[in-house]
């Protein structure tokens, strides 16, 4: 694919001079581009009309792109901001989220590798952040949504040591080694979690895409959830914090 034109949410951008800037984008159709947009910061008439004045973190527009096999960064040629996303400059909370929900992209999808349902659920977790009652919510369908579609999604339905139906209890373990519940003993390593039958029960109707538990619930949920993919990464996101310092999400 030597030229294309794509959807694209910025995920990632860095200053590479008084001009010109270094962005990860994830696209609709042809998965996460790194990409070089030389000129991008300049004011000209011309420079304005091809990049919209620059491109920001968390927006989303239409992108034109040259990928070459001799460079591991495509040359970013257009950029029509579609998406300003300005909602997410006007609180700080809804912000980490997003720069959470754009972090977990760029950490879990391997570049070129089109994954449209991430790309959707990336852009609906965006707008959903609008409503500040419901954005716990929205950050639980989000994480959800990431362990499906990169084959992570959590057995909740079977004892995943034993391999029997998970039988009716106050509380399990998860095993993020197993990626699900089990009703086993902890491990010598103390390498899974309690998890209380609410947030089981929890996670079983956010994979039916509904979620009407407590707020205090979803937040339970929010944190395991973070705390698997944490496990899955081997490393803990620079954003990952806002989950698992302490700190309440409402």
Not at 88 to 93: A, F, N, Q, T, V
Not at 182 to 204: I, M, N, P
Not at 205 to 223: F, L, M, V, W, Y
């Amino acid at each position: 694919m030597p030229r294309f034109k794509d959807q694209a949410t910025c995920i990632r951008l860095i200053d590479f001079s008084e001009s010109s800037q270094i962005v990860v984008l994830l696209t609709e159709q042809h998965g996460k581009v790194r990409g070089i947009a030389k000129g991008s910061k300049r004011m000209d008439p011309s420079s304005i009309s091809r990049f919209s004045g620059g491109i920001e973190l968390l927006t989303g527009g239409q992108v034109v792109a040259v990928v070459k096999e001799t460079t591991e960064l495509a040359t970013i040629t257009e950029w029509d901001l579609q998406q300003p996303n300005y909602h997410l400059r006007e609180d700080l909370k809804s912000q980490y989220l997003a720069s959470y929900g754009a972090d977990l992209a760029n950490a879990m999808l391997a570049d070129h590798d089109p994954h449209r349902s991430m790309f959707a659920a990336l852009n609906t977790f965006f707008s959903r952040l609008a409503d500040r009652s419901h954005r716990s919510g929205a950050l639980l369908r989000f994480q959800w949504t990431v362990l499906d579609c990169c084959g992570y999604r959590p057995q909740l339905d079977q004892d995943v040591i034993s391999g029997e139906p998970l039988p009716e209890r106050q509380t399990y373990r998860f095993d993020p080694n197993r990626g699900g519940m089990t009703t086993q003993l902890a491990t010598a390593s103390g390498g899974d979690w309690g998890v209380r039958r609410q947030t089981v029960e929890l996670l079983r109707e956010t994979s039916q895409s509904k979620t009407t538990g407590s707020p205090a619930a979803i937040d339970r949920a929010n944190r395991l959830l973070c705390t698997y993919l944490r496990a899955i990464l081997d490393r803990e996101l620079p954003t990952m914090h806002h989950l698992l310092d302490g700190q309440q999400i409402v």
